[in-house]
């Protein structure tokens, strides 16, 4: 190395930082000469290299980490995929259950349809079974009683009210008239009729029979001034409408000289035609009607028509309210039965027909009417 004229070499030192700025040497050292300063040279050339050695030997075990680092991350990739697989198959197992939960489903509606459908059968075939053993029954006991010698014959009183009902009226008469048990009495309230009632029940030559004639008041007002003219031990009814068997009284007495501490019973009845009965039409064939007694059923519906009950003449409660336009007879039935169950009898009482005119079924105060008799009655 040659330096200008006038000038000094003089050597400069780096900074200890591998790229930071050089330094002067110490004057004091490189004073020495030129063979010392050259070794000082060599020295700071070695010290820089190991300085850089140092650092490339830093580097190079950050990049051994940060290839050890890569290692697990290519490990998690590789377990995240094989989760990732795992879960592919979990959710096409998954769909996989659910179109069989929802087959398993299908075929569930379809038994539950099946059984419903067999269920329906069944209690169809349970009520006919039912209505077919209740008629037997009553075949049987009146067949029976038809043919039994009675203990004793009190008097039966049959109350039996009508209003412009002249074209049905002998019709009822003549089925009481029928009866094959002899001491009974008929009494017809007229209540107000203003056809040819009054002259067709002044024709009725039997001396069994005493009609009165009162003001219109109603079916109930008028059955509670049979029940004040009534002079028998038992109390029957018939409708206008309607014909009384012909074993019935007799029946009657039968099943209260059997039965010596009841005061209640009710029969069968014989249906015309139960469509018209449920409003669903007509053309239903005669049917047999004798209902099961059930206290806390009959609060809500009633079981017996009032020509299919009789009771004994000295109950309290024995009388209508005369509030009640229709179900009345429900209303009787249910203050008749509170303290305690009535008697079966298993006798045909009446043959209840649904073709008349001016029917009091379903008239304008039923909802009214049923509303109060529940409301009455409820325990």
């Not at 050292?29 to 010290?47: C, D």
């Not at 007799?250 to 009845?269: K, N, Q, T």
């Not at 008749?336 to 006798?347: F, I, K, N, Q, Y």
């Not at 045909?348 to 509303?371: K, V």
């Amino acid at each position: 190395m040659t330096t200008k004229p006038g000038r000094r070499w003089w050597p400069r030192r780096r900074s200890s930082r591998p790229d930071g700025p050089a330094r002067p040497l110490d004057p004091d050292r490189s004073a020495a000469g030129p063979l010392e300063s050259r070794l000082q040279a060599v020295e700071y050339l070695q010290t820089v290299v190991n300085q850089r050695t140092e650092l490339l030997s830093a580097r190079v075990r950050d990049v051994g980490l940060l290839v050890e680092t890569v290692g697990p991350l290519t490990v998690l990739e590789d377990e995240q995929a094989a989760a990732g697989d795992r879960v592919e198959r979990l959710e096409s197992r998954l769909a996989e259950i659910e179109r069989g939960l929802a087959a398993a489903a299908a075929r569930q509606a379809a038994l539950e349809d099946a059984q419903a459908r067999t269920w329906g059968q069944l209690e169809g075939v349970h009520g006919s079974l039912v209505r077919h053993a209740t008629l037997l029954e009553v075949s049987t006991v009146m067949q029976w009683i038809r043919h039994t010698t009675l203990s004793s014959q009190p008097l039966v009183s049959v109350v039996l009210p009508t209003h412009d009902r002249a074209h049905l009226i002998n019709r009822a008469v003549s089925s009481v008239l029928g009866q094959s048990y002899p001491n009974w009495e008929l009494l017809i309230v007229d209540d107000g009729s203003v056809d040819t009632t009054r002259a067709v029940l002044a024709g009725i030559g039997d001396p069994r029979v005493r009609v009165t004639h009162t003001a219109n008041g109603g079916v109930c007002a008028a059955r509670n001034v049979g029940l004040e003219l009534a002079r028998g031990d038992i109390i029957t009814y018939l409708d206008d409408d309607n014909l009384m068997h012909p074993e019935w009284l007799r029946s009657v007495v039968w099943r209260f000289d059997s039965e010596p501490g009841a005061d209640v019973l009710w029969g069968a009845i014989v249906v015309d035609d139960m469509a018209r009965v449920n409003q669903r039409g007509r053309g239903d064939l005669p049917r047999l009607s004798f209902l099961p007694y059930d206290r806390q059923q009959i609060t809500t519906a009633n079981i017996a028509d009032i020509g299919a009950i009789a009771h004994r003449s000295d109950l309290a409660e024995a009388r209508f309210d005369e509030s009640l336009r229709e179900m009345g007879d429900w209303d009787l039935f249910l203050r008749l039965t509170r303290e305690s169950d009535p008697v079966p009898l298993p006798a045909i009482a009446c043959l209840y027909t649904t073709d008349g005119p001016d029917r009091l079924s379903h008239g304008p105060t039923y909802e009214a009417d049923l509303a109060r008799v529940r409301a009455k009655n409820r325990r």
